[in-house]
């Protein structure tokens, strides 16, 4: 037996429970259930508490409300590492595609062609899901994609298959700056990545895959533990883009959310509580 405190409609009434021969005194607004359960229902259950206990009812006061200092509008860069600078969007040439025909011709690919992405083309796509249009005096970051609050949680991480002029391996993206840092240049690198992706196999064979990792505090600092819920709200966003975009340059996508979280945190040197995964994308010509 375990046992789930649940909060309902606040009151100042109380009652008495009995449970382990032991008695509670709770609210009416506290419902004590006793639930038995294997397996998927107890997910099920935390799945539902997030939901109820993410209410803005249950929310306190934000560490922005306490005039709490917002945390970087993005990670530093290692003081070694050395930028490697994406050309500018403005000198970036793509075939025009009206946009009512990119929505139409949408679909999820996992073939691809064995063709190498130019640094063009990455750029392109780069600047179309997390580019930063610019800074305002608040001051937050205005982007190519929407944000809650414009907090922009994101850093976006790539491991690099087939893209013309980059070595294979993992890099990230520094949006401030329309650049890539190599984070890690290990030779088959992409096998572990795959692993880390239940081995589905397409993620060796594309171009490369975008990963999207959240940092947490970003988006608390503003709303708390609600956060968590306009994390993953703003993860689609960022995808729906790169699925438009990639219709430009004749390349597909296949976005992913079945990864093990650990094996793939531990690939990305994340400590997986203030910074993790959230979504990859795989892309590749088509």
């Excluded at 990792?213 to 988006?219: N, P, S």
């Excluded at 438009?244 to 990864?259: E, M």
């Excluded at 531990?266 to 203030?274: P, S």
Aim: some cysteine.
């Amino acid at each position: 037996m375990s046992l789930w405190l649940r909060r309902g409609a606040p009151s100042t009434q109380t009652r008495r429970v009995k449970y382990d021969n032991l008695d509670y005194s709770i609210s009416r607004h506290e419902v004590l259930v006793c639930e038995e359960f294997m397996g998927g229902d107890r997910m099920s259950s935390i799945g539902k508490e997030f939901m109820e206990r993410t209410k803005y009812e249950y929310l306190g006061e934000s560490d922005q409300d306490r005039g709490l200092p917002q945390p970087p509008l993005e990670l530093a860069c290692p003081p070694e590492a050395v930028p490697i600078d994406l050309p500018k969007i403005e000198q970036i040439n793509v075939q025009a595609l009206d946009l009512t025909v990119a929505m139409e011709q949408r679909k999820t690919v996992r073939k691809y062609r064995k063709e190498s992405l130019t640094l063009e083309e990455l750029a392109y796509l780069l600047w179309y899901t997390q580019g930063v249009k610019g800074v305002n005096a608040r001051p937050v970051t205005l982007r190519t994609v929407p944000s809650a609050g414009a907090r922009h949680c994101f850093e976006t991480f790539l491991m690099v298959n087939h893209v013309t002029g980059l070595t294979p391996g993992l890099y990230k993206y520094v949006a401030l700056e329309h650049a890539l840092i190599p984070i890690d240049l290990e030779p088959n690198l992409i096998e572990k990545m795959t692993h880390g992706a239940r081995d589905q196999i397409f993620v060796a064979r594309c171009a490369v895959v975008f990963i999207w990792t959240a940092v947490a505090y970003r988006m608390q600092w503003r709303y708390g533990e609600r956060a968590y819920r306009y994390i993953h709200l703003d993860a689609g966003h960022v995808c729906q883009n790169l699925y438009l975009a990639c219709q430009a340059v004749d390349s597909g996508v296949c976005a992913i959310a079945s990864f093990d979280d650990d094996e793939l945190n531990a690939l990305l040197r994340l400590d997986g509580r203030e910074q993790f995964a959230v979504y990859l994308a795989t892309v590749g010509k088509i």
